[in-house]
């Protein structure tokens, strides 16, 4: 995937188009069940209501998996903060500078393992170019729960 354009104050705030179309989506579906409740007899009223009772439907299953996508990305930044203060504590000298080169997915395989398994975990990945957080997690010798994730 390309970088992205560089951050700076004109372009940082940045209103997602999913949600301009959800909104807009669910706009016309409450126009439609509205629309539909004034033709309660006919069957364009039964038709706006069902098909408004659809796209309504459609954007709510829609906007559970934007909900989760958003948690787990928030999710993602906690746990790279969480692990760059841990690996700080944990990492002798010469392993830290090395640690910084680690992708928010290598550091979200190497949380579950202990402070004391760590370091060498840390060395294995950046040795061995292990690039997916399922390859790390299963080098875990020592797993520590993480019982309070999203």
Not at 72 to 78: A, E, N, S, V, W
Not at 135 to 149: S, T, V
Request: overall charge positive.
């Amino acid at each position: 995937m390309a970088d992205p354009a560089p951050q700076n104050y004109e372009n940082h705030v940045v209103v997602p188009v999913k949600l301009i179309v959800l909104s807009v989506v669910l706009l016309l579906a409450a126009i439609l069940a509205t629309a539909g409740l004034f033709m309660p007899n006919t069957t364009a009223g039964t038709c706006l209501v069902g098909t408004a009772v659809l796209i309504h439907a459609i954007a709510s299953i829609y906007a559970l998996l934007l909900m989760r996508h958003y948690a787990t990305k928030l999710q993602d930044r906690i746990i790279r903060a969480e692990m760059r203060a841990r690996l700080a504590e944990v990492l002798p000298a010469e392993l830290r500078t090395a640690s910084r080169q680690l992708t928010v997915q290598q550091l979200v395989g190497l949380r579950f393992a202990s402070d004391e398994e760590l370091p060498d975990l840390v060395r294995a990945v950046l040795d061995e170019h292990i690039h997916k957080a399922d390859a790390i997690k299963k080098r875990i010798q020592n797993w520590q729960a993480d019982n309070h994730r999203v």
